[in-house]
């Protein structure tokens, strides 16, 4: 038997971990420890009108490679889809507006493109830019900007994107680890609206239309876990779920883990570990064995989610088509964040159910903790109360699915890269840590995190 490896933690960071381990080194003998009965964290599908639809992430960011790049290699490429060529709006006063073009996290290339979302007095604002001193370290992402540009461009540009990623709130939002260029701007001494502009000229192709930003696969995003999982199992990993890692213990080269209940603990022994879960058990294991990256991961806030996914009846119409969906500010008097037009952005969704309209509604920030304890049929009831407020009436759903992703998704704080460097300085060696409350919250910072957090691992 090879060195013996254990990944614990069976979302998409940690199968693409021990996915990396044994395209690296064929003869370790790798294990997956994951506590819940179903694999791939944030990535699930559930029936909805007896179709299998996407209840957690659905796409991928194309410009990052780790995804696609999985994707070759299980062979899916073929199976790989991009959303349709129709653009989403932002609500602003009760109003839909169209998504600007050529923006930086919300900020445009153009003050003009953003007339009427925002009023002529807050673009006449954005227009005359505060260029500060240099900042002299991280800040808030949204407190920059609102500095720079205005309250209202942090409010209903800024907001609305941050929260499709982090569920959080800007003002309290790392933008050293958000948006970079911004940060760099700002420790520059730089123009914001210049940096806009900066990216706005780099992502134009020299010819033709620009490529897809995002990516899924026909099927579902969701199918990917198990796709993976089989791809694994076929190179000898062996995969527990149920499986939940309760204590850690020993020192570099011999690991001990504690399975199961206290009256029937199991013992597993290893000789390197990966854990790849999210920062409160991460620092519940190594408590004992790295106790000063215990103590930062344990600082770590998360923001809990719930996506509630409607089938209306009938082919796509309005008020849905020619749009893929809206973004909410939280200025605006509504409970939901987001809508998505699934039927209209997934064309492959579509042509699987054209009797079928799925529409998806996000809701969740963090610190909105009474949205969250609110009984299903109340959160549905608001999602499809806020969903006629912004479109109008709507027939009665067909059916409808409430996921709730309870601690989803990590708060990246001011000062995030600061503890990232401290948790990983403080793990011993053979012990790694990756996955999204790290180095990112999307699925392709996610891969990224776990290869990285492989790499080192098998390099000490």
């Known amino acids: ?41 944030r990535l699930r599908l559930a029936e909805v009108a007896g179709a299998p639809v996407d209840v957690g992430a659905e796409s991928v960011l194309v410009r990052r490679p780790e995804a696609t790049q999985l994707a070759d290699e299980l062979g899916l490429v073929d199976r790989l889809t991009h959303p349709a060529a129709v653009g989403a709006s932002i609500v602003s006063r009760g109003a839909r507006w169209p998504m600007p073009r050529g923006t930086l996290m919300g900020i445009p290339s153009d003050p003009d493109s953003v007339a009427g979302l925002l009023t002529s007095i807050e673009v006449d604002r954005l227009r005359h830019e505060v260029v500060s001193a240099p900042i002299g370290g991280d800040v808030a992402i949204g407190r920059l900007v609102e500095d720079r540009l205005g309250a209202a461009v942090t409010d209903k540009l800024v907001e609305p994107l941050l929260a499709g990623i982090y569920a ?74 149920r499986t939940m890692v309760r204590r850690m213990a020993g020192r570099p080269g011999q690991w001990s883990l504690v399975t199961g209940p206290s009256t029937d603990e199991v013992l597993w022994r290893f000789e390197r570990v990966l854990i790849a879960t999210p920062a409160a058990p991460a620092a519940r294991l190594l408590g004992t064995v790295a106790p000063t990256s215990a103590a930062a991961l344990a600082t770590v806030q998360y923001a809990s989610m719930a996506i509630v996914t409607f089938a209306f009846p009938g082919p796509v119409g309005d008020p849905f088509a020619g749009s893929s969906g809206f973004l909410v500010p939280p200025t605006e008097p509504l409970t939901i964040k987001a ?12 042509d699987a159910y054209p009797d079928l309209t799925f529409v998806r509604a996000s809701l969740g920030r963090h610190r909105e903790e009474a949205t969250m304890q609110r009984p299903d049929p109340a959160l549905a009831g608001l999602a499809l109360d806020d969903l006629t407020t912004v479109l109008g009436p709507l027939p009665a759903p067909l059916d409808l699915h409430v996921q709730r992703w309870g601690g989803g998704l990590p708060q990246y704080a001011v000062g995030h ?29 996610c891969i990224g995190s776990a290869r990285a957090a492989v790499r080192r691992l098998l390099t000490q």
């Open 168 to 241: 959080g709130d800007s003002r309290a939002i790392s933008a050293e680890v958000a948006v970079p260029s911004l940060y760099a701007a700002g420790r520059t001494g730089a123009s914001l609206l210049e940096a806009a502009r900066d990216a706005a000229t780099q992502s134009r192709p020299d010819q033709g239309v620009p490529g897809p930003v995002f990516a899924t696969l026909v099927g579902g995003l969701g199918r990917l876990p198990g796709l993976l999982a089989t791809a694994l199992e076929s190179k000898g990993v062996q995969i527990h779920t």
């Open 339 to 350: 809508s998505t037009f699934s039927s209209v952005k997934w064309p492959w969704l579509a």
């Open 417 to 445: 890269r600061g503890l990232v460097e401290r948790v990983r300085a403080g793990l011993p060696p053979t012990l790694e840590a990756g996955g999204a409350a790290y180095d990112g919250v999307g699925i392709p910072a």
């Open 1 to 41: 038997m090879g060195v013996r490896v254990a990944v614990i933690g069976g979302g998409i960071s940690g199968l693409a971990a021990a996915w990396e381990l044994v395209r690296a080194d064929p003869g370790l003998s790798v294990t997956v420890l994951e506590g819940s009965p179903l694999l791939g964290g």
